[in-house]
């Protein structure tokens, strides 16, 4: 069964940095693409961005440029480093396949931006 194990949110003040983590079981991790979802409170899950097997990310237009995707294959784990954070990047942060190819969601990890 696959698994996601995201870390590394917290609370940062507008215009702060963090990289979150993301490490997978239960998968053959380099063939595999994955990607990174956000629900803000209140609001849909969406998507911020994949990254392919080859290391070639597409980043959603309201956060490109400020968010980047990175894969470390050796440690089966995925990262989303985000920086110039707004408030509206507040939410809970998950990773998993792209869509159509979701399978069970982890906990995620909490996001907060103060103004």
């Known amino acids: 069964q696959v698994h996601f194990a995201e870390s590394g949110g917290g609370l940062v003040q507008a215009g702060g940095s963090l990289r979150l983590s993301c490490v997978a079981s239960?998968?053959?991790?380099?063939?595999?693409?994955f990607a990174w979802y956000r629900q803000a409170p209140g609001k849909q899950r969406d998507l911020v961005g994949f990254?392919?097997?080859?290391?070639?990310?597409n980043i959603a237009d309201s956060v490109k440029g400020r968010f980047a995707i990175s894969r470390d294959n050796g440690k089966n784990t995925v990262f989303l480093q985000m920086n110039s954070l707004k408030p509206e990047d507040t939410g809970v942060y998950y990773c998993?396949?792209?869509?159509?190819?979701?399978?069970?969601w982890g906990q995620g990890t909490q996001v907060t931006v103060s103004s």
């Open positions: 990254i392919n097997t080859g290391g070639g990310t």
């Open positions: 239960g998968i053959i991790f380099r063939t595999s693409a």
């Open positions: 998993n396949r792209p869509r159509g190819l979701t399978v069970d």
